[in-house]
């Protein structure tokens, strides 16, 4: 099977061609990586082959030893995914000690995978632990309002998380664990990397301040999901903060009735 014709890497493509179309995608930000299955693999086999030495990817992620991810090039812009897969994405493999890791497939024109690949795969080895291996996804993108929120709003999991809740009646119900909040940060490097996998110790969303989002997923469906869903909210409060800001709300009262008709647990730090 040709590998862009492969199930995996059309759910991929789609990803990126709605979310320029969503305008979160602005030149070459944001970024996408996938963890293959045994079956992905299996269906492109033939299409593998070491196109580059064994270059680090600056944190150690053993757990992910000798896996393959479908990845966004650094520089590449989403826009053109669609245009022209083999250039713009690829496929790596993690070496046996999760150290290291070799382009096998795409990323034509001497690309290299994405600059946040230490924040997604520390991230992804952090999420296949706690999901017994059901998370499948890492996105990061610069969606305009949950940014133009970083510069309103207190840097604080609590201000964010319950803002977010109350935009609009079923938000709860998508992250009811809350949205944690990275601080300005340089982009690219391990620090962000561990301080965006220890907030996902607690959640499935993250925001970096006066950057963008990084959400995880079991699918592409969640994970374009979670971000369409929080930059949503965020629309709205920016909305509502513009027209003189709220002058009723959903009550924290209201959000433990909304859980326990929908049979969810909300994180009972952000309800008082
Ligand atoms: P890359 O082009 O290296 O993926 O970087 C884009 C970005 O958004 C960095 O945070
Ligand atoms: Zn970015």
């Given amino acids: 099977m040709k590998t862009t014709e492969a199930p995996f890497v059309q759910s991929y493509i789609r990803l990126t061609h709605d979310a320029w179309l969503k305008g979160w995608h602005e030149r070459n930000g944001g970024n996408l990586t996938y963890r293959m299955t045994d079956e992905d693999v299996a269906a492109v086999q033939e299409n593998l082959k070491p196109a580059s030495e064994w270059l680090p990817i600056g944190v150690e992620v053993k757990n992910l030893a000798n896996e393959y991810f479908l990845v966004s090039g650094t520089g590449r812009f989403m826009r053109n995914v669609i245009l022209d897969p083999a250039a713009n994405i690829g496929i790596i493999k993690v070496d046996e000690q999760g150290l290291n890791y070799q382009i ?17 795969l520390l991230s992804h080895s952090l999420k296949k632990d706690l999901t017994n291996g059901a998370n499948r996804i890492i996105y990061h993108a610069h969606p305009t309002n949950i940014i ?92 509502v903060l513009s027209m003189g800001g709220k002058k009723q709300t959903i009550s924290a009262e209201n959000l433990k009735q909304l859980a326990k008709d929908f049979k969810v647990q909300l994180n009972e730090e952000f309800l008082d």
């Avoid at 990323?107 to 600059?115: I, M, N, Q, V, Y």
């Avoid at 079923?170 to 909040?181: L, N, S, W």
């Avoid at 300005?184 to 970096?208: C, D, H, Q, T």
């Fill in 104 to 120: 096998m497939w795409g990323l034509e024109g001497a690309g290299r995978p994405t600059s946040e690949l230490p924040s997604h």
């Fill in 148 to 239: 133009a929120l970083t510069f309103v709003l207190p840097l604080e999991d609590k201000a964010f998380t319950r803002e977010l809740w109350e935009m609009a009646t079923e938000d709860a119900i998508v992250f009811p664990e809350g949205i944690g909040v990275v601080p300005w940060m340089v982009p690219g490097g391990a620090e962000i990397a561990r301080e965006s996998a220890r907030l996902f110790k607690k959640y499935n969303i993250v925001i970096w301040a006066h950057h963008g989002m990084f959400v995880c997923g079991k699918s592409f469906d969640e994970a374009f999901s979670n971000m369409d869903t929080a930059e949503k909210a965020a629309e709205i409060c920016v909305k």
